[in-house]
């Protein structure tokens, strides 16, 4: 399930820009909660089952560890639950400031990790090719960098391994030995893959003066209206924000707007705004399933 991902690249690239920049600096609990779950639940529909064993090997004992460190270095807030053996105050503040930024950085990983499963390299040269040429091209070339370097350093692993030269066997020395062939087998691979690069790029043209682009995307009548939904929800919230609907602060005290329809209002259009593209999900599916029936 990749519906989202058949959208135009802006209204993509609009849409991570404001989910990512808002669990940034949302503070607010309930904005931290709508942000994790949101995440969490789109990565998942996009990755399947990997994305759980992912987020809970990796994300959960992250966030335990930043919730436990906090407070042993802030010190900050009114209520003093204990003292540390430093002589230090733990307070309440500390440990509730730990968990929030625990799961904002935790959303903000998760968001990123659908941002790369969604905005390709095409999408990104497609948006900024024409704006900034030369650093467009540096960054979707170091993005496909890293996932072709990694695939093609597990060959190389899985070919030294079947002539015994692997660095799980022998001694240190040895096993060190297998390590620098590997190191200079990928050097070799990533200088050849370079030249390759730039004499293909050189033959198709680049750099030349009005040189043309193809380019596949077309912006629809479904694209122009999840483009002004999530305009209208984004700026919304924005607005929402900037008006203190969401104020919420841990320091000395932990205290937040009061509640008021507009401050609901605000939650409401973030929950929209971080979900949608779960509900496209599953209106496609759902419309996919009446149809078959239909046949």
Not at 133 to 149: E, K
Request: aromatic share 14%.
């Amino acid at each position: 399930m990749n519906e989202f991902k058949t959208y135009h690249p802006l209204v993509n690239f609009l849409y991570f820009v404001f989910v990512i920049g808002f669990s940034c600096f949302f503070m607010h609990p309930v904005c931290l909660i709508i942000s994790l779950v949101c995440a969490f639940t789109y990565s998942v529909m996009l990755k399947g089952t990997k994305a759980i064993k992912t987020n809970l090997t990796y994300m959960l004992p992250m966030m335990i560890a930043m919730s436990l460190i906090n407070p042993v270095f802030n010190h900050k807030g009114v209520t003093t639950i204990s003292y540390l053996p430093s002589g230090n105050p733990l307070t309440l503040e500390s440990i509730y400031y730990g968990f929030a930024a625990a799961i904002m950085i935790a959303s903000v990983i998760c968001w990123f990790s659908c941002y790369n499963e969604v905005m390709g390299s095409d999408k990104f040269i497609y948006l900024f090719g024409k704006i900034i040429p030369s650093l467009s091209l540096i960054i979707s070339m170091t993005l496909r960098f890293v996932p072709r370097f990694t695939a093609q350093l597990k060959v190389v692993n899985n070919a030294q391994k079947g002539m015994g030269r692997d660095v799980s066997r022998g001694g240190i020395i040895k096993r060190a030995k297998h390590g620098l062939d590997i190191v200079s087998i990928m050097i070799t691979w990533s200088l050849d893959n370079a030249i390759e690069t730039a004499d293909s790029m050189k033959s198709r043209g680049y750099g030349l003066p009005k040189r043309t682009a193809f380019s596949i995307f077309t912006f629809d009548k479904r694209d122009k209206g999840a483009l002004y939904f999530i305009m209208l929800s984004g700026i919304y919230t924005l607005i929402g924000s900037m008006m203190g609907g969401m104020y919420f602060r841990y320091f000395p005290s932990i205290k937040g707007a009061d509640f008021s329809v507009f401050g609901v209002s605000v939650f409401i259009s973030y929950l929209l705004l971080c979900v949608c593209p779960v509900i496209i999900e599953i209106w496609e599916a759902v419309r996919w399933r009446t149809l078959r029936s239909k046949i």
